[in-house]
């Protein structure tokens, strides 16, 4: 039982809050009674509520109510819930019931002010799980939960990015096989339609696939209409861990559909451990096929994979292969922290770098245009893009950089400018004005064969774009 909202609130959004329970078929409880509180500018705010709900089923997500006013700032969050068994014995847990784990306060930033995302810019996660995605070890959340989150948060759209290796077990009892073709479609099926104003999800599949060398990397495939096998590093074929498929034997399945594909957290420092059971593997210059769209390198964090599968972007980049980068969260339905099984039957620990919505993907769809799937879709192979955590940030063929920040967010520290110029790529201008919001003209230097930018601002806020061609 664990107690989730949003890590961030969009202005003038309302804040969602939920009680989500899991397995509660095997453990059965009834909810009796909640009560939630909130501090936030000096001020306590509490609602207590009664209940009388069964809880029975593998799966609950029951929304719990915000006490008091909409107040701007960090909201922090306690809910304190009581729950009887069916022998009338009650327990009281705070935040959540899970044993070795902080009881600490849920840290939810209500913005004070508009996004800096200019018109005709989308923003949305690429890599995210819902409760097709579980096994003994981890879960996802409900599709109409997420995307209830995602509208709180300012999202214009997320991709489901299931695990392939889960459609081929049954979503009810993850320890039976399942037809996984009639899976993934049933799962096509459960996602929310697009409706006006609200987020747009994308079916996609984190597909298990083998990279040169016969390890499992991840590939995020987004709308493809079939099912794409991959088991290999599933972990319930223990050392059966070959990989179904090789990643170009998916990229020429994905043609057809023309659906895009970003290598997922392509250098994730994986451990001995994973290496030897699971045959997990990086992704490496041999692996960059023409059938791929980009790199999603940035995985929920800004940390060492972060530097080291931006460091590889770039030098695909000087090798001739311009990828878009892409930014999601691997959040498998965890909103304010991630929580994830430290060591095995030991250990569980929390973070906030799995967090569903921080990291995002930007599109520039046009101002005045629809965002809908089949436009998000196309827009992530060929539209501007750029990957940031809150701020704006660009620089167009003709070196007019733009940046916008917020108080939220923090002033401008630094901003770098990064040009391939011949075989180099070198910093040809550098800004760090303290400013929230700036528009230049940068002279670039001749010869200059694309351009990229990126910032960090004094509340550790990061913003990165693609390279932009001038040639």
């Known amino acids: 039982m664990i107690v989730d909202a949003p890590c961030q609130v969009a202005f003038g959004k309302q804040a969602p809050l939920w009680l989500v329970v899991r397995d509660a078929h095997m453990y059965p409880r009834r909810l009796r009674e909640v009560r939630v509180t909130v501090r936030v500018g000096g001020q306590l705010h509490r ?41 009338g014995r009650r327990e009281v847990f705070k935040n959540h019931s899970l044993p070795g784990l902080s009881d600490a306060s849920l840290r939810v930033l209500r913005m004070g002010c508009e996004s800096p995302l200019p018109k005709g810019w989308a923003s949305g996660d690429l890599h995210c799980h819902t409760t097709w995605s579980q096994d003994p070890v981890e879960f996802g959340g409900d599709p109409q939960m997420m995307r209830e989150a995602a509208n709180a948060l300012g999202l214009d759209f997320f991709a489901a990015t299931d695990h392939s290796y889960d459609f081929a077990w049954d979503a009810s009892d993850y320890t039976l096989p399942s037809n996984p073709e009639q899976a993934f479609a049933r799962f096509r099926q459960s996602l929310p339609p697009d409706m006006p104003g609200e987020a747009v999800v994308l079916p996609a599949e984190e597909v298990s696939c083998g990279n040169h060398r016969g390890e499992n990397v991840h590939l995020l495939v987004m709308d493809h209409p079939e099912y794409l096998p991959g088991q290999g590093d599933g972990g319930r074929r223990w050392f059966e861990n070959r990989p179904d498929l090789a990643l170009s034997d998916v990229l020429a399945r994905t043609l057809a559909s023309g659906a895009p594909t970003f290598a997922a957290h392509p250098l994730p420092g994986i451990s001995s451990l994973q290496r030897k059971v699971f045959r997990r593997g990086d992704y490496h210059p041999e692996d960059m096929h023409p059938g791929l769209t980009g790199l999603q390198f940035w995985n929920g964090h800004t940390g060492r994979d972060f530097q080291q599968g931006k460091d590889f972007w770039v030098r695909q980049a000087m090798a001739g292969k311009l990828l878009r980068p892409g930014a999601g969260n691997d959040a498998h339905g965890d909103l304010n922290r991630s929580t994830y099984v430290k060591i095995p039957l030991l250990r569980l620990g929390q973070s906030t770098n799995h967090r569903f919505g921080f990291a995002r993907t930007c599109l520039f769809l046009g101002e005045g245009a629809a965002v809908e799937r089949a436009s998000v879709r196309q827009a992530m192979k060929n539209a501007p893009l750029f990957l940031t955590d809150g701020p704006y940030l660009w620089i167009d063929a003709h070196g007019a950089l733009s940046a916008r920040s917020t108080p939220e967010f923090g002033s401008w520290t630094e901003i770098v400018i990064h040009a391939r110029v011949g075989d180099q790529e070198v910093p040809v201008h550098r800004e760090s004005s303290g400013a929230i919001e700036l528009h230049r003209r940068l002279d670039l230097p001749a010869g200059t064969r694309w351009v990229r930018a990126e910032g960090r601002t004094s509340l550790g806020r990061t913003a990165l774009t693609q390279m932009v061609s001038l040639e």
Request: hydrophobic content about 40%; cysteine-free; aromatic content about 12%.
């Open 47 to 87: 609602q207590d509520q009664k209940f009388d709900l069964e809880l029975n089923a593998p799966f609950h997500f029951i929304t719990l109510p915000w006490p008091g006013p909409e107040i701007a700032g960090e909201n922090l969050l306690d809910v304190v819930f009581q729950v009887e068994d069916r022998k």
